[in-house]
């Protein structure tokens, strides 16, 4: 596709869908949602991310997908059922970026992002993000900042890239398009994965992702052994709320980098 600045890109709609609703974490279930004044269950963040992503690679497609980024941050929650539409303007072209944002049917601004395609990729160091044993249940980090600091170590998250599996979770993020049909994997399982680190390394309760910053590297390869590994890089209280933001980066075999994501969220909501 040829860009040109502030060109917009074809907007994708799509009626979103709380996959979450029989998860532990209760946020993304009507009566736990409402304990803390929301209208509904939320549909997840990784979702959010994932409809935010469509216009990039109906675009840009596999060359984003391998070394492009993105920052996306959640700011209205959505809910069951919504129809929202994600939009795309380019703002620059050398490199290129995109403003992103995601409105429901009300208009609402749900989420915001800036996609870039890097005319070369930042330096990742293998020996920032180490390896260390996931803890198990009872060793958890409590879910609270007052039991993390900054450079804190999370337990690495270990698993093959099987995306024969992924249909399910294709399905949960609405996206039939085919390219992940044909040995690509989905960019928002990567922040799928980010969730499954924190809640492998806090003693979650009801808990909100709240931005994920990801830059591409590599496409990760089928069947291939993947490693998410990283390090809380900050903690905040913020309106009564509780956040932790690591930074966080997949690598394949003989530590190939697949990506990194900076990684936020509330991990105890006021009471």
Known sequence: MNLALGHNLPPYKVVARNYGAAHANKIHSDAGAAEHGFAGALVPGVAMYAYLTRPLVDALGVDWLARGSLSAKFIHPVYDGNVVRAEASVTSLEPLSLDLRLL???????????????????????????????????????????????????????????????????????????????????????????????????????????????????????????????????????????????NLAIFGEADRAIATIKHSAIIRLKS
């Open 104 to 246: 429901n049917s009300e208009n609402q601004l749900c989420a915001v992002g800036v996609a870039a395609m890097p005319t070369s990729l930042p330096t990742i160091f293998v020996n920032a993000y180490p390896p260390k044993t996931l803890p198990d249940e009872a060793h958890r980090w409590p879910a609270t900042i007052a039991s993390v600091q900054a450079g804190d170590a999370f337990g690495s998250l270990e698993f093959t890239l099987d995306l024969a599996a992924q249909s399910e979770f294709l399905e949960n993020m609405v996206d039939g398009s085919t390219l992940y049909r044909s040995g690509v994997c989905h960019p928002a399982f990567w922040i799928a994965q980010a969730n499954e680190i924190f809640m492998q390394n806090f003693a979650l309760g009801m808990w909100i992702h709240t931005a994920s910053e990801t830059q591409h590297y590599a496409l990760a390869r089928d069947g291939e052994r993947l490693a998410m590994r990283g390090r809380v890089v900050e903690t905040a209280e913020r309106r009564g709320h509780e956040i932790v933001t690591a």
